[in-house]
Every structure is written in C-alpha cells, then in structure tokens.
C-alpha cells in the first residue's frame, strides 16, 4: 500500500511551464511502473507519463518533447516537468503507483493554462 499527494498544480499561460511533484509513502524504489495521468472536463482519464524503476519512460504523444517525467527513489517522488504548455493540457493531474494487482491514485492536482 501507498499513499500519493501531489503538489505543484496552478493557472499559467499558454507557452509556460508547471512541475508536478508526487510524494509517496513509503520506499517507491520497488515499484515497477509510476506515472502521471490527467483527466480534463467531460472526457475520459488518459495517460501522461509513465516510468519504470530502471528509468523506462514512455509519453502520451501529445505532450512528447514538451514533458518530462523523472524519479527520485531517494526522496521517493516522481516529477513531471511540462514545458510550452497549451490549453488543451488543462486538466486535474494525478499521481499512479502501479502495485500490481492494485493501484494507487493521489487526489490530483489542477492545471490550467490560459490562452
């Protein structure tokens, strides 16, 4: 079990930058997959970014060259660094610990980014 609170959520213009910071529980350096997942009014939760606990990564097309995801397994946190943000990267960002069968969600964080 593990418990996700992010932080670093806010309202920014078009062509700025937010990092999202996810602290965990306890010891993350054994869990294989974590990521970042957003989910914007009135549409379904989709995938942001993903990272393994070699530092496999992988990047919703959308938001590749622009997003960034890292761990921390010293500090137990993975960030998402997000770059030359549109519009339509708004949405509530939440945290994912991938403890196979079960998965573990933070309470999210809101991004909004003006035009």
């Known amino acids: 079990q593990v418990q996700l609170v992010e932080s670093g959520g806010g309202l920014v213009q078009a062509g700025g930058s937010l990092r999202l910071s996810c602290v965990a529980s306890?010891?993350?350096?054994?869990?294989?997959?974590m990521g970042w997942y957003r989910q914007a009014p009135g549409k379904q939760r989709e995938l942001v970014a993903t990272i393994t606990a070699l530092g496999s990564t992988n990047y919703l097309g959308s938001v590749k060259g622009r997003f960034t995801i890292s761990r921390d397994n010293v500090k137990n946190t993975i960030t998402l660094q997000m770059n030359n943000l549109k519009p339509e990267d708004t949405a509530i960002y939440s945290c994912?610990?991938?403890?196979?069968?079960?998965?573990?969600w933070g309470q999210g964080t809101q991004v909004t980014v003006s035009s």
């Open positions: 306890r010891d993350i350096s054994s869990i294989n997959v």
């Open positions: 994912n610990a991938d403890l196979d069968p079960n998965k573990y």
